[in-house]
């Protein structure tokens, strides 16, 4: 494992451990986020622990241009139980993020220096923002970093039942109408599965982050989903 120092540097992702960790330490600057999402890797770690930067050799993504809405998210959708916006309240969503209580976690990995530093790449343009209101209260939403062909999805909350489904939803219909390769969700979990995320080897992730072309039909035969 790689140890940061003050210089704006990762090592290649060739160097993850099995884990999928590359590096700890380093700082949460824009600078440092910025090219750490450009590069592949991204950090995750416990409010009191050192930071720690990932590239998983499997990584949970949504190709936008294959994803099939179920019937039972289509159901809702139509229903117009929700409103949906975007980029107009990124601050109270991810601070929905951080302060959600979540089934069997205790604390949150979204310190305030996390929303500090990612508030921050909002004023800049790239952290971008999905809102889902309900009778003009936030319900619930999503927020991540916008490379502009992949989204790297970061976190999301629901206050009501099915708030974050719709934001996860609306956002995949708006990244296929405007050509992003992917949704990016990082590391896998059963939720995710059941909304229609998907792994890819790293090489592939990859591969689509340096804008190759890839058929993920086929990819995702292959990953057995």
Same mark, same amino acid.
């Given at each position: 494992?790689?140890?940061?120092?003050?210089?704006?540097?990762?090592?290649?992702?060739?160097?993850?451990? &099995?884990?999928?960790?590359?590096?700890?330490?380093?700082?949460?600057?824009?600078?440092?986020?910025?090219?750490?999402?450009?590069?592949?890797?991204?950090?995750?770690?416990?409010?009191?622990?050192?930071?720690?930067?990932?590239?998983?050799?499997?990584?949970?993504?949504?190709?936008?241009?294959?994803?099939?809405?179920?019937?039972? &998210?289509?159901?809702?959708?139509?229903?117009?139980? =929700? *409103?949906?916006? =975007? +980029?107009?309240?990124?601050?109270?969503? &991810?601070?929905?993020?951080? *302060? &959600?209580?979540?089934?069997?976690?205790?604390?949150?990995?979204?310190?305030?220096?996390?929303?500090?530093?990612?508030?921050?790449?909002?004023?800049?343009?790239?952290?971008?923002?999905?809102?889902?209101? *309900? +009778?003009?209260e936030l319900v619930g939403g999503l927020y991540g970093v916008d490379l502009g062909h992949i989204f790297c999805g970061e976190s999301m909350f629901s206050k009501v039942p099915n708030a974050s489904k719709v934001a996860f939803v609306t956002l995949i219909n708006y990244?296929?109408?405007?050509?992003?390769?992917?949704?990016?969700?990082?590391?896998?979990?059963?939720?995710?599965?059941?909304?229609?995320?998907?792994?890819?080897?790293?090489?592939?992730?990859?591969?689509?982050?340096?804008?190759?072309?890839?058929? =993920?039909?086929? +990819?995702?035969?292959?990953?057995?989903?």
């Amino acid at each position: 494992m790689y140890f940061l120092t003050k210089e704006l540097y990762f090592p290649s992702v060739d160097e993850t451990s &099995i884990e999928g960790v590359l590096a700890i330490g380093g700082d949460l600057s824009v600078e440092r986020l910025l090219l750490a999402y450009r590069s592949g890797i991204f950090p995750w770690f416990n409010e009191d622990d050192p930071i720690l930067w990932w590239s998983p050799p499997e990584r949970m993504v949504v190709a936008p241009s294959i994803y099939k809405v179920s019937k039972s &998210i289509r159901n809702l959708l139509n229903q117009n139980k =929700f *409103q949906v916006t =975007f +980029n107009q309240n990124f601050n109270e969503v &991810i601070l929905g993020c951080q *302060q &959600i209580e979540r089934p069997g976690q205790e604390g949150t990995w979204l310190s305030d220096d996390f929303v500090e530093s990612y508030s921050k790449l909002h004023e800049m343009g790239i952290a971008k923002s999905v809102e889902v209101w *309900q +009778n003009e209260e936030l319900v619930g939403g999503l927020y991540g970093v916008d490379l502009g062909h992949i989204f790297c999805g970061e976190s999301m909350f629901s206050k009501v039942p099915n708030a974050s489904k719709v934001a996860f939803v609306t956002l995949i219909n708006y990244l296929k109408e405007n050509n992003y390769k992917l949704l990016d969700c990082q590391v896998h979990n059963d939720h995710l599965e059941k909304l229609g995320a998907f792994e890819v080897s790293r090489e592939t992730f990859m591969k689509v982050l340096k804008s190759e072309e890839i058929n =993920f039909a086929s +990819n995702k035969l292959k990953h057995g989903h």
